[in-house]
């Protein structure tokens, strides 16, 4: 079994505060680099690890410290992304509850590498606990001189807010975050500007996860090396990517005996997590389905189960790719319907509403799920379904941001994968075929 880094002292009593962790090596990492290291290089190492951003789209982290203009006189500003809205997922909570400064060290030093003096971690609102721990765990670098002006008596200071969020989805994509954290409702920004050039007060900004940040000081305390020596190497014949290197915090939850966040390689399999992390399937069933890495992931089916949890991987077998590796497992009992609907409400219920087709898109796929769940579906409905899940979204190129992308990818794999089961049902709970030549009147009465 692998050797956890990023939990490794999360068993440990206090592990939350500046005493456990100094005396686990913590702040070493700040140290080396403050004292050795230029900015260039923190930046450089990290680039050379091959970090992707673990918050859900997997962008090179390294390089993204990059598009930051060279020249600007400032201020930069680093927003840590802790919404963590995704459903299924808790890996951040578990950093920022049980081990706050390893997060902190490694927004010290991303700032440190991308000249930023103001950090804000962004955190979900429904996160009190987390709230707590993290301003706790700052007010103790703050007096060990960890934050603030001149920090370890070098040139470099940093101050650290805590932002609590607004309880919505759409405050965890960057530009909705940074909306929100501007004081204005959490509608995504048309890109570009991407924020690297122009983010929080209009200022260039970096966005990244709490995880990513864990991930930085694992790599200057250990170095890109040891960081590469663990995952999946770089396909040589896909020029475009860049590997999935790293631990990785993978959570499981649903139908299963141990539900967790555990930490193992990237590029472990989905059945490996749920056999050898979370002991099985719950009450001797059998699977039936997963989501792989939150809801917007879409499904595996049980057959997919032996496909890596790389970044590369889900994509193989139809789903949105790695996401925030939060796996939901549904055992036999579970209808795919059910499932399809409870997303459909999720998508329609998170949606923003500034994009028609996303719009209108959630809200239909929810109508027709509401009537078809009602004993009035028709077979026809699936296709209309289908076509709402291949028009919406930032890859067919019609809204602003990804959650659209996210409400559709569930409807297209549950529907593609298993249409019998939804062909069945509609047949069962409609078998006079109801308006199945005709137009449907209306649904919004079945809306909500
Ligand atoms: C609808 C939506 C919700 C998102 N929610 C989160 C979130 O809760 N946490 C997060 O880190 N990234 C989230 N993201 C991804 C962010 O936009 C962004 O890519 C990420 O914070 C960058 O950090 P990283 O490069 O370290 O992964 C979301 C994206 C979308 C489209
Ligand atoms: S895709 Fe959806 S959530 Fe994103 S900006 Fe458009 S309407 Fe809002």
């Known amino acids: ?93 578990i950093l920022m509850e049980e081990d706050p400064h390893q997060v902190i060290e490694g927004i010290i030093l991303g700032c440190y590498a991308t000249r930023a003096t103001t950090a804000y971690v962004y955190l979900r609102y429904e996160y009190p606990k987390s709230l707590e721990r993290m301003q706790a765990a700052i007010d103790e670098a703050y007096a060990a001189g960890y934050l603030g002006k001149n920090i370890l008596g070098s040139n470099f200071s940093l101050d650290i807010y805590m932002h609590r969020g607004a309880a919505a989805y759409i405050c965890g994509e960057e530009t909705g975050l940074i909306e929100s954290l501007e004081g204005k409702r959490a509608w995504p920004r048309i890109k570009p500007p991407f924020p690297a050039v122009e983010g929080v007060f209009r200022k260039p900004t970096v966005v990244n996860n709490i995880e990513t940040m864990a991930c930085v000081t694992q790599i200057i305390r250990r170095g890109a090396d040891w960081f590469k020596s663990i995952g999946v190497p770089a396909d040589p014949k896909n020029p475009r990517d860049p590997g999935s290197y790293g631990p990785k915090l993978y959570c499981i939850s649903g139908h299963v005996n141990k539900p967790g966040c555990y930490e193992a390689p990237l590029g472990i399999t989905l059945r490996q997590l749920l056999n050898d992390y979370a002991g099985g399937v719950w009450k001797n069933r059998k699977a039936k389905a997963a989501i792989p890495g939150g809801i917007s992931m879409g499904l595996f089916t049980e057959a997919e189960f032996d496909t890596p949890l790389d970044f590369n991987g889900p994509g193989k077998v139809g789903c949105l790719g790695l996401g925030t590796a939060a796996v939901v497992v549904l055992d036999e009992t579970v209808s795919i319907v059910d499932f399809l609907h409870n997303s459909c409400r999720f998508f329609a219920h998170e949606s923003c509403g500034q994009c028609t087709p996303c719009r209108e898109g959630t809200a239909w796929s929810l109508s027709m799920l509401n009537r078809i ?66 137009a449907v009147e209306a649904v919004a009465g079945l809306a909500h």
């Open 373 to 438: 769940k009602a004993g009035k579906g028709r077979l026809k409905d699936l296709d209309l379904l289908l076509e709402i899940g291949d028009t919406i979204g930032i890859i067919p190129g019609t809204t602003i941001c990804g959650l659209a992308d996210g409400a559709a990818w569930p409807i297209k794999n549950a529907i593609r994968k298993f249409r019998g089961e939804f062909e069945d049902y509609i047949k069962r709970t409609n078998p006079h075929g109801w308006m199945e030549e005709r």
């Open 1 to 93: 079994m692998f050797q956890p880094v990023l939990l490794a002292n999360v068993e440990l009593e206090n592990s939350h505060t500046l005493a456990v962790y100094e005396r686990t090596g913590g702040y070493g990492a700040l140290r080396k680099a403050l004292k050795e290291m230029s900015a260039v290089e923190v930046t450089e190492a990290v680039k050379s690890s091959n970090l992707r951003g673990r918050g859900g789209a997997g962008f090179p982290t390294g390089l993204k410290w990059t598009f930051l203009p060279k020249d600007h006189p400032g201020p930069i500003y680093m927003c840590i992304n802790a919404d963590e809205s995704e459903p299924g997922t808790f890996n951040n909570r």
